[in-house]
C-alpha cells in the first residue's frame, strides 16, 4: 500500500456516515481505517491524543 498521505476535510455527520458505510463491509478489511478516523477525529474535536481515547463512540460536537 502507498504511504503518501492526503487531507480531507467532512462534517461530522459526514463522517458519521463513511463510518457507518465501513461498518456494513467486512471487519478485517475497514478496522484500521475506522480506527484511524476515530483517532483523528478525537485529536481535532475533543484534543484527545493517540492512546487515550477511551472507549469506541459515534463522533458528536456540541454546539
Known amino acids: 500500500m502507498n504511504n ?3 487531507n480531507l476535510q467532512f462534517s ?5 456516515l463513511i463510518i457507518k458505510a465501513l ?11 475506522i ?3 476515530h ?3 478525537n485529536q481535532q474535536l475533543f484534543g484527545i491524543e493517540p492512546g487515550h481515547e477511551g472507549h469506541d463512540f ?3 460536537k456540541d454546539k
Open 4 to 6: 503518501d498521505k492526503i
Open 23 to 33: 461498518g456494513s463491509m467486512p471487519f478485517n478489511q475497514v478496522y484500521e481505517i
Open 58 to 60: 459515534q463522533l458528536k
Open 35 to 37: 480506527g484511524n478516523i
Open 39 to 41: 483517532q483523528q477525529a
Open 12 to 16: 461530522v455527520e459526514e463522517v458519521n
